[in-house]
């Protein structure tokens, strides 16, 4: 990640490595980092940087360079950080190995709707070209906009419910990497009955079209033209 203020950030599983200039340092524990593992880095409006830890949530103050964690009551606590992103209205969301939270006006809400959103570990947050909200979780991909979020299923085309990373291409489709491999989506059914999931219908790409390892990651990549 290449940060304005902060210069070049690396999350490694020893820390948080910046390189600004000619100055080389890291962010560990014993600077008062959560966790040496970083599993994600998020840049705020105000050019702060939300660092994601296997044990927490903490922000790197841009005019101080202090650290903060978040421990209190309604905070994310020791939980795993998976994902952190933009949000509407100056908001941010923080996925975690349980649940999801919002950060907004200076304070934390956990987004509880019930079962099983409360629950879920979050892997990925994008924001579409309609301004929806996909997760990839646990249990498969979430959308939401309005603050309703509503929970998909892809079956039959993927056994595994998994979903690791949502990114959408230039002609406005949407991608999912799970670990059977990348699904174009190609078209949305909402449940037709009370409490039915909703469906979407995908094309799996296997190494049948020529790709080395179905697989994938929390990483994915968007080229200069959108493929």
């Known amino acids: 990640l290449e940060h304005r203020d902060h210069g070049l950030l690396i999350g490694t599983l020893e820390g948080l490595f910046q390189v600004k200039g000619d100055q080389k340092s890291v962010f560990t524990k014993a600077d008062g980092l959560s966790a040496n593992k970083i599993n994600c880095l998020h840049p705020d409006r105000d050019g702060n940087l939300w660092i994601g830890t296997s044990n927490g949530l903490n922000r790197l103050d841009a005019q101080t360079g202090s650290i903060t964690k978040f421990t209190g009551e309604d905070e994310p606590g020791d939980r795993e950080i998976e ?13 975690t190995e349980n649940g999801l939270y919002q950060y907004k006006n200076r304070k934390f809400e956990r987004i509880s709707v019930g079962k099983p959103f409360e629950t879920l570990r979050y892997y990925c947050i ?13 249990a498969g991909p979430v959308s939401m906009k309005g603050g309703k979020p509503v929970l998909y299923t892809t079956a039959p085309q993927l056994n595994e419910k998994l979903i690791v990373n949502v990114l959408e291409d230039s002609d406005g489709g949407l991608w999912l990497g799970s670990p059977e491999g990348p699904a174009r989506v190609l078209d949305i059914k909402p449940g037709t009955a009370t409490g039915s999931a909703s469906l979407l219908n995908i094309r799996l790409y296997t190494k049948t079209d020529g790709i080395n390892s179905t697989g994938c990651t929390e990483a994915g990549i968007i080229s200069e033209d959108g493929t």
């Open 83 to 95: 994902s952190i992103a933009e949000g509407d209205a100056k908001s941010i969301f923080i996925g």
């Open 126 to 138: 994008y924001k579409d070209k309609n301004d929806r909200y996909w997760f990839g979780t646990s």
